[in-house]
């Protein structure tokens, strides 16, 4: 793949952690493909080097693409491409002894509002707050660390002319007690939701040394691709990896679509000084 100046320049980067930022159209997909070929190329492991992204497509993608071109250069060698979630999941997975959860299921969104749904029916509250929203609510709060109150005016301020924020906010016991209720059953029924697996991940990660050290050390290089999307948690993931890993970070700080879940532009403005 042809590269222009500026791109052949972060593909061949050799320190150990480079924020890239480009705007929309101007290859930073190709960008990471061809810093992951040259990566491999120059002797990197393929089974140490991670690729994440948001979407599991565009993950896949993304490997798919290097695997190609690697392919085009006389090597053959796989890639792994991962969405945050998926790679924790992954880790979750592969240490049993650690977490003791591979008799767990993990639910999907419309098992969740299913949940939240049946338990929200048997409850009163003075608004008809659907379950979707009290779901995002217990995101919010999870993936970027704030109190409830801030997340109900987050993730609710678009709802502002059919409910009462305010009115929500007197509330907030009843809301805490609700979003207990769902975690008293998911752990009942043996369920993880995506949430549950980025938290205990992170949390299990910063709490047991063994088990950081274990897995940091399986990775060398980590891509990340739309870097303006991460959010604090995730952005606590990768810190876990930075002191043995390198990372590579691509994203477009004037396109960040996932503010609604708490995506945390610091993740970009404040790299220098967090790496």
Known sequence: MKLNKEQK???EFEGKHLLLLAGAGTGKTATIVSRATWLISNGIDPMRLKIISFTKKSANEIAARTASQ?????????????????????????????????NWTVIDTDDQEVIMKHILHNLSMSQDIKAS?????????????????ESIRKTLTRKSGQLNIESLIDETD???AIIKLYEDYKSTHQYLDYDDILIITVKSLTQNTE?????????????????????PLQWKLLELFMP??????????????YGFRGADFN????FSKRV
């Open 211 to 231: 088990l950081r050290s274990r897995i940091t050390s399986l990775y060398d290089p980590i891509l990340v691709d739309e870097m303006q999307d991460t959010n």
């Open 9 to 11: 320049k972060a593909v």
């Open 244 to 257: 043995t890993c390198h990372l590579f970070c691509v994203g477009d700080d004037a396109q960040s679509i």
């Open 70 to 102: 690697l392919m085009n250069a006389g090597i053959k060698s796989p890639s792994q491409g991962a969405t945050f979630h998926g790679w924790c999941l992954e880790i979750i997975r592969s240490n049993p002894s650690f977490f003791n959860m591979n």
């Open 133 to 149: 929203d009290m779901l995002a609510i217990r995101s919010y709060e999870l993936n970027t660390g704030c109190d409830i109150k």
């Open 174 to 176: 009843k809301i805490k």
């Open 267 to 270: 993740s970009i403005h404040s």
